[in-house]
């Protein structure tokens, strides 16, 4: 029987069908039920296991790409499931059938426009589909857009699927069908251009089209990283491609041939990415959620602050067993880092740090002593705050001082207690409580940016080597600037640290200059510590040159680093964290600290007239969610303070477990000359909230 619509017959090729506009409508409706609740980009699940049809057009099976177009129509294939069914009716049985569906199989690949080996009428053919289907799913975005104010055609769309449609609801139903719109527009926008090219170009045989292709790909450079290659070129030359590091291949995955994709690629839309891990607590709107913003309040000065709290940390449990060359230690020891974050605005939030765990002063964490000493539990839990401070901008804080955004107070400030970390450590690497002002988008010649920061801290200056007293406590006050060129970016710190008579007041200068040579990362620094008195065992004089280069073997990320540095005298740091490592922590992870329990560091990361290296090999597997470190430190001393050689080798292994878990596993083993050897062994997990 056929159906009429004021007294027209509907060609069953049509979109006014309303049976099957409602029907894709419940497709789509579930699948924004399910994209909400779903695990994240993966393999489509089956049909015969889904209460969805799977495909959006529930189409038959894909015919050859050189199927004559008749424009006939093929009897549309059982649906699987009770929502079965297309706004479009069967799909005609010379159409190649999409693979997959942008919404209901996330991260499948797209369906690929036929070749330029096809005749024209067929690709005319799949050109008149793709614009079928770019209409009909544009039309239902308008539709789900239009239901969220039109009451009338919400409450037919929910008689006819039986749930309640939010304003919400509506809106990602309306998302997942103008994706799916675009799509199908890129889609076409590809079959065009190959009619294009099919039309203007004589037919040639199909070695004399794969020849010029050959001689691009055979022609390039070895060391033409990131210059097009052509997709196919992997098939014409297989592993015989020239590389720029041959006879180097890496141990963990393999990744494709660099080249610039010539296929439309798919909109990642909802549904098609993981489900975001929320922290542990959220109120108000969510870290990185979607959404619509709350309206917030407006203060006196013009500042709109729409308050969120976020709360997230870190708990770590590592069982740990070493010895130094003259004692034992073995434990188990537990750390919690658990922050606060009260976001303001976009620029001005508050965060409050606590480590409840571990106290500062006794350097304890609690857990199980098995050795040194006598075996028992250790109990460091505290309530004490490690972290509070406040930042924000001026310009946002005070928006109404510059109505007319002409005025230069777009001043960054802070006020707190913080972590301050410049050199990547080396210079200085702790949590004082100080006061901040910075300035970006300084403009200078010959640069692109530059940034000037001016700092002062009064209270928590903890000076390596310096013993706790109660009387005078040192200060610091200092500058840094960050400039990047066009090749280089340069880091500069100065700062100077007051202090009693007894430890000596001293400057602390940095620099650094990081850019990437042809295939090779670098980051030369030069630090120094100059007394500004007489020298003490607080205060000293010394200069400490590193190199940190490194490298990716071809096809893979992995990582391939040499950081040899040598030291000048005795060379200390402005202030460190007594859990973390001293100046040569950043170089490796024989010379790193682990920042929790009594562990130490294979190699001692002390500065003083020393010269040595770390390098090493670190391999991803699983998309970077499993890697393996190994690593050969070497630390020669230079001068005559007793300190003796050592080398030593480490291997780390991680693997991530799900989306908050972390499994650490670290051995080394140091060879000390005229000294016992040492070795350690340590397993940790870490559980992200």
């Known amino acids: 029987m056929q159906t009429t619509t004021r007294g027209r017959p509907l060609r069953s090729s049509t979109r006014n069908d309303l049976a099957r506009r409602l029907a894709l409508v419940a497709s789509l409706a579930g699948a924004a039920m399910a994209g909400a609740i779903g ?32 424009g006939e129509q093929a009897p549309a294939a059982a649906p699987t499931s009770p929502l079965g069914g297309s706004l479009l009716g069967p799909a005609p049985s010379g159409a190649a059938a999409p693979s997959s569906s942008l919404i209901f199989t996330p991260g499948a690949p797209p369906p690929s426009p036929p070749g330029t080996a096809a005749a024209t009428e067929d690709l005319k053919h799949y050109l008149e589909i793709a614009n079928k289907l770019y209409e009909a799913t544009n039309s239902d975005a308008a539709t789900f857009q239009q239901a969220i104010g039109n009451p009338q055609l919400r409450s037919r769309l929910e008689q006819k699927l039986k749930i309640p449609l939010t304003d919400d609801k509506l809106r990602t139903m309306a998302a997942h069908a103008r994706a799916e719109a675009a799509y199908w527009a890129a889609y076409r926008q590809g079959i065009m251009a190959k009619i294009a090219t ?16 050959q001689e691009m790909a055979s022609s390039l450079s070895p060391f033409a990283i990131g210059t097009y290659v052509p997709s196919n070129a992997e098939e014409i030359l297989g592993r015989a491609y020239p590389t720029p590091s041959r006879g180097i291949f890496p141990i963990g995955d393999e990744k494709p041939l660099p080249y610039v994709y010539d296929q439309p690629l798919p909109l990642l839309g909802v549904g098609t990415l993981p489900l975001r891990p929320a922290p542990l607590l959220e109120l108000g709107p969510g870290f990185l959620a979607t959404g619509p913003l709350t309206e917030g309040f407006t203060l006196p000065g013009g500042a709109v602050w729409q308050p969120r709290l976020w709360v997230f940390g870190t708990l770590r449990s590592a069982v740990q067993d070493f010895y130094n060359g003259k004692s034992h230690f073995s434990e188990w020891a537990n750390r919690l880092d658990l922050f606060a974050n009260l976001q303001l605005s976009g620029t001005e939030r508050l965060v409050v740090g606590l480590q409840p765990l571990n106290y500062d002063a006794s350097g304890q964490f609690s857990g199980y002593r098995l050795a040194p000493g006598p075996h028992g539990l250790v109990d460091d839990t505290n309530a004490n705050v490690r972290t509070l401070f406040f930042e924000g901008d001026f310009g946002s804080t005070l928006p109404d001082l510059d109505r007319m955004g002409i005025l230069p107070i777009d001043f960054g400030y802070s006020v707190g207690r913080q972590p301050l970390f410049y050199q990547n450590g080396m210079l200085i690497n702790d949590n004082v409580t100080m006061v901040g002002l910075a300035r970006n988008s300084i403009h200078l010649p010959f640069t692109s940016n530059v940034l000037l920061d001016l700092i002062y801290a009064w209270d928590h200056v903890e000076r390596p080597g310096r013993p706790p007293t109660t009387g005078e406590q040192p200060s610091l006050m ?212």
Not at 46 to 66: K, Q, R
Not at 198 to 213: G, L, N, R
Request: glycine letters at 8%; hydrophobic letters at 40%.
């Open 478 to 689: 200092g500058v840094a600037s960050t400039i990047d060129s066009l090749h280089t970016t340069y880091t500069v710190q100065m700062l100077h640290i007051t202090d009693a008579h007894l430890f000596g007041d001293a400057w602390y200068v940095g620099g650094a200059a990081i850019q990437r040579f042809w295939l090779l990362n670098t980051a030369l620094r030069v630090n120094s510590s100059i007394t500004d008195g007489p020298a003490t065992a607080v205060s000293t004089n010394g200069t400490l040159l590193s190199l940190e280069t490194s490298f990716n073997p071809y096809r893979s990320d992995d990582i391939v680093y040499f950081n040899p540095y040598v030291a000048l005298g005795n060379f200390t740091q402005a202030a460190k964290d007594p859990i973390v490592a001293g100046p040569l922590g950043a170089l490796g992870i024989t010379f790193a600290a682990y920042g929790i329990g009594t562990s130490v560091s294979a190699l001692s990361s002390a500065a003083d007239n020393v010269a040595g290296f770390a390098t090493g090999y670190e391999a991803f597997w699983d998309a970077h969610r499993r890697s393996v470190t190994l690593e050969l430190g070497v630390r020669e001393n230079t001068g005559t303070n007793g300190t003796f050689n050592a080398q030593a080798v480490g291997a780390r292994f991680q693997q991530a477990i799900g989306q908050r878990v972390l499994l650490e596993v670290d051995a080394t083993y140091t060879r000390q000359e005229d000294h016992n050897d040492a070795f350690g062994l340590r397993t940790e997990i870490d559980y992200q909230f």
């Open 198 to 213: 099919a039309e203007a170009a004589p037919a040639q045989p199909a070695a004399e089209k794969a020849k010029p292709e």
């Open 39 to 70: 695990t994240g980009a993966g393999p489509a699940v089956a049909a015969e296991e889904s209460p969805l049809s799977g495909s959006l057009l529930a189409a038959p099976s894909a015919a050859p790409a050189n199927a004559p177009a008749t």
